[in-house]
């Protein structure tokens, strides 16, 4: 039986907080079995993890996959390195993009999509200390606004 839709594995909940996401891809990842199978106990960490570009290849670095607990000797690398799978042209474009300037590629999130692991891979700028600030400000304001509404809908006030 096939799996239908999206299941998130991990997110990395910090990348929108200290970077400004400029635009996203979505990318196979290439993995071994024993992987797969600890993805489907819904274990892994998108925390250290980073996308480089070497020899018009993207790869994963960082990502941590932790053992499977029913695996023999064939059981995979926890941190190992992991290829990306995209299309040409999406590849010839991030590279483009990361030598012009000063972007990054990170990695948003990891989920299953019809039984197969995607991930979906930001190109980003680092924020400054004074961007974080200002985005904390207005999300605080955002949802007061929102609070007010709510309140006003009801009658309360």
Do not use: C
């Amino acid at each position: 039986m096939k799996e239908k839709g999206r299941k998130v594995i991990a997110s990395n909940k910090k990348a929108k907080h200290i970077y400004s996401i400029l635009e996203t891809f979505e990318a196979g990842v290439a993995l071994v079995g024993t992987e797969v199978k600890s993805l489907r106990e819904g274990k892994a960490s998108l925390v250290d993890a980073y996308a480089t570009i070497d020899d018009g290849e993207v790869w994963l670095r960082g990502l941590h996959v932790p053992e499977y607990g029913h695996g023999t000797w064939t059981n995979h690398a926890p941190r190992r390195t992991r290829k990306l799978l995209l299309h040409r042209r999406e590849i010839d474009k991030l590279v483009g993009k990361t030598k012009e300037s000063s972007l990054t590629l990170v990695p948003l999130s990891m989920y299953f999509s019809d039984g197969k692991v995607k991930l979906e891979l930001a190109l980003a700028k680092g924020k400054q200390e004074h961007d974080k600030r200002q985005d904390l400000a207005k999300r605080d304001a955002d949802r007061e606004v929102a609070r007010e509404l709510g309140r006003r809908l009801k009658g309360i006030r």
